[in-house]
């Protein structure tokens, strides 16, 4: 079952800024018992894990985005965004929420993404 909407992807020249949101497509609070992550594919790579939250705002941050990303969740808790500052060529990639949990968990689960695209 697909546990999370992506939206906010695009096309951005280097350098540039977006924003991703991540909601949830089964409830109104994106947390359950995990934290929340911000995974990304690139074309001929892994899915990997680059930003987590908890819902009281404790985050961790892959090295390759640490100082330009920054996770936050709302008051409400019905949405995590990933704003994304300083965009380079790869961060191309196709962008993934969900829980931060092992890969047996999350099979199947994996909604669709949004492509963001940082070229000249």
């Known amino acids: 079952q697909v546990l999370f909407a992506e939206s906010g992807g695009g096309f951005v020249q280097p350098g540039g800024s977006l924003t991703l949101s991540c909601t949830s497509t089964?409830?109104?609070?994106?947390?359950?018992?995990?934290?929340i992550a911000w995974f990304r594919q690139a074309p001929g790579k892994e899915r990997e894990l680059i930003a987590a939250t908890t819902s009281a705002g404790i985050t961790k941050y892959d090295d390759s985005v640490k100082g330009r990303f920054t996770i936050s969740t709302d008051d409400a808790k019905n949405k995590v965004s990933l704003q994304m500052n300083n965009l380079k060529p790869e961060d191309t990639a196709v962008y993934y929420c969900?829980?931060?949990?092992?890969?047996?968990?999350?099979?199947?689960?994996w909604g669709q993404g949004t492509q963001v695209t940082v070229s000249s």
């Open positions: 089964t409830s109104a609070s994106v947390f359950c018992i995990y934290a």
């Open positions: 969900n829980n931060d949990a092992p890969p047996s968990v999350l099979r199947g689960s």
